[in-house]
């Protein structure tokens, strides 16, 4: 488990791509420059699509780690490569 402090949560395991992105973005719009999302994913399309994406839209991630159920916590820096 990770000692990351996070600002914000979302459990995104519950939908599917494209909508895990656009829930994802809503999320980390709410926070601010340099504030830290964690975001519960399933392992698949989601776990190689949204950081990818939330890079591009330029976000860090910050840690991404398996958990032991087929899911991944991972931590993003709004506005990190900014």
Same mark, same amino acid.
Request: aromatic share 4%.
């Given at each position: 488990?990770?000692? /990351?402090?996070?600002?914000?949560?979302?459990? #995104?395991?519950? *939908?599917?791509?494209?909508?895990?992105?656009?829930?994802?973005? !809503?999320?980390?719009?709410?926070?601010?420059?340099?504030?830290?999302?964690? /975001?519960?994913?399933?392992?698949?399309?989601? #776990?190689?699509? *949204?950081?990818?994406?939330?890079?591009?839209?330029?976000?860090? !991630?910050?840690?991404?780690?398996?958990?032991?159920?087929?899911?991944?916590?991972?931590?993003?820096?709004?506005?990190?490569?900014?």
């Amino acid at each position: 488990m990770s000692n /990351i402090k996070a600002d914000g949560f979302i459990d #995104i395991t519950d *939908v599917v791509c494209p909508i895990t992105f656009v829930k994802v973005k !809503v999320a980390i719009e709410e926070l601010e420059q340099g504030q830290i999302l964690e /975001i519960q994913m399933n392992e698949g399309e989601s #776990i190689q699509n *949204v950081p990818r994406s939330l890079k591009d839209e330029g976000h860090r !991630v910050v840690s991404v780690e398996s958990n032991d159920d087929s899911t991944f916590t991972v931590f993003v820096e709004k506005g990190g490569l900014v």
